[in-house]
Structure formats: C-alpha cells, structure tokens
C-alpha cells in the first residue's frame, strides 16, 4: 500500500508531510521520557525485520492480487505507540530514499496511513484493552486479526480519500473504494495470523517485554533480549536475504485496484510542480530501486514482461541485507538522539 507520488496533488501530499512530521515530533518527546539503553537496539532489530519482511508480498488466491505485511501491529505491541511509530517511519523512508518504493512527495501520505492507525488508534483503544491482562495464544490471536484488519482498512480508505482530494478524476471514488477495502481485508487477515504468530513467539520467549509495553514502563534490567535480538536478526538476513526470491509477482492492492479501474497499474507520472523535482532527486539516492540493480535496456523490458518466480537474484539479497542494515543504524541514531536530549534535560 506504498502510495507513488502521480496518485496525489502536491497539497494534498505536502499536508501529510506536515501532519506525519507533526505526530513524529511528539512521538520522540513522548518516548523521549521512557527511552533506555535496552529500547534502542529492540526498536533497530525489529525495524530490520519489519523492513525485510515487507519485501515478501503473498499471493491473494483467486484475484491476481498480493499483499505485504505492513508491521505496524507487531511494532505497537512490542515497543509502544511512540517507539512503534518512529520505527515505521524510519522503515518507510529508507525504502522510499534508497529503493524507489512509494514516492517521496506521497512519502507523508504512506508514514501517515501504514504508521499512525496502528500505532495511535488500534493498538491503544482496541488491541490493548480488548487483551487486557489475559494474553492467552486464542486472546491474542483474535486480538491480532481485529486489529490489523481494522487498520488496514483505515489506511486503504485513507488512500482512496487523498486521492479523491487530489482530484484524480481516473480513479472515481465508489469504484475504487470498492476495491480497495475487499482486497486489503483479504491482506489483514493474511497479517493478522503472522502479527499473533511474532506476538505469541514473543510471549512465551521473552513475556516481560509484552507486560513492560502494557503497563507503559521500561522493561527491568534482569531480562535479557539476547534470545530475542538474536532471532529478529536472524529472521531479517534470512528473510531478506533468501526468502525475499519467493515474492508474489502478482500486484499489489493498491496496483491490482487500479489496474482494475484504468487499465494499467500506476496513473501518468506528473511533468510539472515539485513531483519531477522529488522523483529527480530519489533517482539519485535509490541505489537498488525496486531492490535490485538497475536494470538497463532489453533486460528491463524482458522483467517486466515476463517477471521470474522465484526471483533468485543477488540483487535481490543485496537489498534486503542492506536495507535492514541501514534501518537499524538509522533507527539507533534517531534513539542516540533521543535519549541524548533527555539526558540533557536531567
């Protein structure tokens, strides 16, 4: 659901700029008061992951379709609202900065519905309460569907609204509402069952970080995150690395409803305003654009004709490894600094 800057106006997508930047400011004051030497690497790790598992898109049977995880839930659950949202922000722009995925004019529109419902909506007024005390594998698991369905279903509404207010008139509201909100429930069903699949693993790993989240306090220092780190670490280079090749080659919801509308999969790129301008500079900063090397000529042409599955490309690998590698130095720089503020105000 990476949203490509020829979807939105430039108000409409400089005004999520705003209100993205806006909710990150408070979400680094907040977190800010609870940070610690154990949140920092906890939140790079689990943006690693989030960040390889993203790449790994799973066919929708029977609509030519795929859907991604989205990670925002397990992010919430595990670090907290704040925490969660720096960390999908973090995520989001390392992909659209070095991997051309969603573009950096609709950058404040992705951060804005992928991060803040999960992170400020669901998790706090319906996960959290609707668990509670009993975290039971079931509670959980139900738990977990509700709730990414619910967020899903915001973000994918969210998405047919800023389009609506950016006057894209190929994409008329009932029909793509109609095809947004189906398909992206058949995707949070899909994210909900591996959403409580990493909660309950966690749960029964490591169940203090669970009750530290619920209780919105630092976890204390007799509990190792060792096993823990280890694992999301392990699960980022693994998945990123190699199970990123088994990628659906279907669309995306977001793609597959617009093709269903317009006929294609993406509306004409802007020639004119701050969208060239932004599309000019990502070309220069995606190194692996689409996660693999450039492709020149007849062999781009040639993928995407007729793309391979599997994908087994070293291109492919690179980009997984070294994408998770630059969001957890990323995301362990924005917590240095955080927690280098706080220590100021003491």
Not at 66 to 75: E, F, N, P, R
Not at 271 to 294: C, D, M, R, S, W
Request: glycine letters at 12%; hydrophobic letters at 50%.
């Amino acid at each position: 659901m990476h949203m490509a800057d020829a979807l939105l106006s430039p108000a409409v997508g400089t005004t999520l700029w705003a209100g993205s930047v806006a909710v990150g400011g408070y979400a680094s004051k907040k977190l800010k008061e609870r940070i610690d030497d154990r949140t920092i690497p906890l939140m790079g790790v689990l943006g690693a992951f989030i960040f390889a598992s993203q790449m790994i898109n799973f066919t929708i049977p029977g609509t030519g379709s795929s859907g991604h995880l989205g990670g925002g839930m397990i992010l919430a659950i595990l670090l907290g609202s704040h925490a969660a949202f720096l960390v999908m922000a973090s995520v989001l722009t390392v992909q659209a900065l070095f991997f051309a995925d969603g573009g950096l004019l609709a950058l404040g529109c992705n951060i804005w519905n992928l991060s803040v419902y999960p992170c400020y909506l669901i998790y706090p007024f319906i996960y959290k309460p609707w668990v509670g005390d009993n975290k039971s594998p079931v509670r959980i698991l139900v738990a977990s569907i509700v709730s990414v369905i619910l967020a899903l279903q915001l973000g994918a509404f969210s998405v047919v609204m800023e389009t609506l207010l950016s006057g894209k008139s190929e994409l008329p509201f009932g029909a793509f509402v109609l095809l947004m909100q189906p398909i992206h429930l058949s995707i949070g069903i899909v994210e909900g069952f591996i959403t409580a699949g990493v909660i309950n693993y966690v749960q029964g790993a490591r169940p203090e970080i669970l009750e530290s989240m619920a209780a919105s306090r630092p976890m204390g220092t007799e509990v190792s995150l060792k096993k823990i780190m280890v694992t999301f670490v392990v699960l980022a280079v693994i998945t990123g690395g190699a199970l990123s090749w088994f990628a659906s080659t279907h669309p995306d919801g977001l793609e597959w409803s617009i093709e269903k509308i317009t006929g294609k999969g993406e509306l004409p790129k802007q020639e004119h305003g701050i969208a060239p301008v932004l599309k000019t500079i990502q070309e220069k900063t995606a190194f692996l654009p689409g996660y693999n090397f450039k492709p020149a000529g007849n062999d781009a042409k040639k993928e995407e004709a007729d793309p391979a599955w599997p994908g087994i490309d070293a291109g492919t690998s690179l980009a997984g490894i070294i994408g998770a590698a630059i969001v957890l130095g990323m995301i362990m720089l924005i917590g240095m600094g955080i927690r280098s503020f706080r220590r100021r105000d003491t």
